[in-house]
């Protein structure tokens, strides 16, 4: 079934039920989705703590995507934490701080945004 396929019957569902929560969703996050979401992030971004690039995390990509999901799966995924860097605001002398997942993190974020 397709990212696409599976988006349309959470949506379905949620319409012929709009008075129940829908819950356990995990289950829809597989190697599509999350290959999928990490296609939908922009390849220019800086990287995390882990200075691992877009393209360098595609370079392994399905074996990225394996370990992901069964970290994922399994609850022993823990995010790691955000590289900060400060950026200039605009029209203003001041900076604001910034925080940068690594490559991996934000996969997991979009796959469950997509949800």
């Given at each position: 079934?397709?990212?696409?396929?599976?988006?349309?019957?959470?949506?379905?569902?949620?319409?012929?039920?709009?008075?129940?929560?829908?819950?356990?969703?995990?289950?829809?996050?597989?190697?599509?989705?999350?290959?999928?979401?990490?296609?939908?992030?922009?390849?220019?971004?800086?990287?995390?703590?882990?200075?691992?690039?877009?393209?360098?995390?595609?370079?392994?990509?399905?074996?990225?995507?394996?370990?992901?999901?069964?970290?994922?799966?399994?609850?022993?995924?823990?995010?790691?934490?955000?590289?900060?860097?400060k950026i200039p605001k605009p029209g203003s002398k001041e900076k604001r701080k910034l925080g940068i997942p690594t490559t991996e993190?934000?996969?997991?974020?979009?796959?469950?945004?997509?949800?």
């Amino acid at each position: 079934m397709s990212v696409y396929t599976k988006r349309q019957r959470i949506a379905k569902i949620a319409k012929q039920h709009p008075e129940e929560p829908i819950t356990l969703l995990h289950h829809y996050i597989d190697e599509e989705w999350l290959t999928a979401s990490f296609y939908f992030l922009p390849k220019d971004k800086a990287p995390g703590i882990d200075q691992q690039t877009w393209q360098q995390y595609e370079e392994n990509l399905e074996e990225n995507i394996k370990s992901l999901l069964i970290r994922a799966n399994s609850g022993s995924y823990k995010a790691p934490p955000v590289r900060r860097t400060k950026i200039p605001k605009p029209g203003s002398k001041e900076k604001r701080k910034l925080g940068i997942p690594t490559t991996e993190d934000k996969v997991l974020q979009k796959a469950v945004l997509m949800l």
